[in-house]
Antibody, heavy 118, light 110 residues
Framework: EVQLVESGGGLLQPGGSLRLSCAAS????????MHWVRQAPGKGLVWVSR??????????TYADSVKGRFTISRDNAKNMLYLQMNSLRAEDTAVYYC?????????WGQGTTVTVSS | QSVLTQPPSASGTPGQRVTISCFGS????????VNWYQHLPGTAPKLLIY???QRPSGVPDRFSGSRSGTSASLAISGLQSEDEADYYC???????????FGGGTKLTVL
């Protein structure tokens, strides 16, 4: 079964750091772009970042709102996707989804919740 | 304010046909294809339409998509109660060098 499972969410104070993980199974993970998308409470879906490893080159892109604070990475040998989040702000509070991209985000995880509050 | 503009809400009665619009610009929908997603609260979003008008396997043919210039639309025919959800358009934007979602449209089945 093709599946993505996120973990690592939690409650933390502004300025803190957190690393989200996304475990992939049921497909050849290395063949796909992988994305993070978030949804703040009562708001819509917002794209966060994407990553692909093309040979020896790692290609990453970020939304302006997280550039310089978040780092996306992956371990193709372990079928894992990560999102390192630093200097967290209250506005980063959201459910974070990982998603596989092939012509569209065709596989999504169930999400993990990050709450940034003092 | 999202770069892709959708109406915040739409509604219809069972059996009716409803369309949801998505307006963009030359840097996104004018240059790239559009995808549509269905999202029910508390669940994972679901890809409904990709490459403007293609349905993934398992998506009923009641759902259809189209794109013309810098606008796109999602049509749902034979509306059913289980179609009540939030719907999002998505496209790549060359100016932002980022993927973008529309603000979402909440569909209510009356």
């Amino acid at each position: 079964e093709v599946q993505l499972v996120e973990s690592g969410g939690g409650l933390l104070q502004p300025g803190g750091s957190l690393r989200l993980s996304c475990a992939a199974s049921g497909f050849t993970f290395s063949n796909y772009w992988m994305h993070w998308v978030r949804q703040a409470p009562g708001k819509g879906l917002v794209w966060v970042s994407r990553i692909y490893i093309d040979g020896s080159r790692t290609r990453t892109t970020y939304a302006d709102s997280v550039k310089g604070r978040f780092t996306i990475s992956r371990d193709n040998a372990k079928n894992m996707l990560y999102l390192q989040m630093n200097s967290l702000r209250a506005e980063d509070t959201a459910v974070y989804y990982c998603a596989r991209y092939y012509l569209g985000m065709d596989v999504w995880g169930q999400g993990t919740t990050v709450t940034v509050s003092s | 304010q999202s770069v892709l503009t959708q109406p915040p809400s739409a509604s219809g009665t069972p059996g009716q046909r409803v369309t949801i619009s998505c307006f963009g610009s030359s840097s996104n929908m004018g240059s790239h294809t559009v995808n549509w997603y269905q999202h029910l609260p508390g669940t994972a979003p679901k890809l409904l339409i990709y490459l403007d008008n293609q349905r993934p396997s398992g998506v009923p043919d009641r759902f259809s998509g189209s794109r013309s210039g810098t606008s796109a639309s999602l049509a749902i025919s034979g509306l059913q109660s289980e179609d009540e959800a939030d719907y999002y358009c998505e496209a790549w934007d060359d100016s932002l060098n980022a993927m973008i979602f529309g603000g979402g449209t909440k569909l209510t089945v009356l």
